[in-house]
């Protein structure tokens, strides 16, 4: 994984920060593989993909404590072949672009389904806790508001849902994933 991705979730200007998952089609993808032009020209590719795709995941500023509540690790700690790490971040991410942009191969999609299907979201709720997502600094900086801890939990089920939904319509289709989080 790239240093990038720690870099973006450290960084104190936080705001705004958003996960994008996709369907990627295996044209795309070689194209993705491939591309050694500028920075800036890679996310506008990204961003007229995201245009086309029928397969779409927005699950906006979540992303960190999500894979946080998956994992029991912030999405710059990605855990490598673990399929719960990688439906959040991505297998392989491209370095040296400003954004952060992965993508998961086909070959990778069963397996996260198979885990997202398998993971038991009400008791990782249960252990659920504001403090130990502040003391782990996950983005966004909202865990000082103990009176919203309910409905950050109610997010989190419908971003998890949302997103064993979308890597099912993925594997339908036998597509690859395309993750943006900028």
Request: proline share 2%; with cysteine; charged share 35%.
């Amino acid at each position: 994984m790239s240093k990038f991705l720690y870099i973006l979730i450290t960084e104190e200007i936080k705001m705004g920060i958003r996960a994008n998952y996709q369907f990627l089609s295996d044209e795309n993808l070689k194209e993705l593989k491939s591309f050694n032009a500028k920075e800036d020209e890679i996310f506008e590719n990204v961003e007229d993909w995201n245009e086309d795709a029928e397969i779409l995941l927005d699950i906006d500023k979540m992303w960190d404590a999500l894979h946080f509540l998956l994992t029991g690790v912030d999405s710059g700690k990605p855990i490598e072949n673990d399929p719960l790490s990688e439906a959040v971040v991505g297998v392989s991410s491209l370095d040296d672009v400003e954004e952060f942009i992965a993508y998961t191969e086909k070959t990778r999609i069963a397996d996260i389904v198979s885990a997202l299907d398998n993971f038991d979201i009400e008791k990782a709720l249960e252990k659920f806790s504001m403090q130990k997502c502040k003391k782990a600094d996950l983005y966004p900086n909202i865990w000082d508001y103990e009176e919203e801890a309910d409905e950050i939990k109610e997010e989190l089920i419908d971003c998890f849902q949302n997103m064993k939904e979308f890597y099912k319509q993925v594997l339908e289709v036998n597509g690859n994933v395309l993750v943006t989080i900028y």
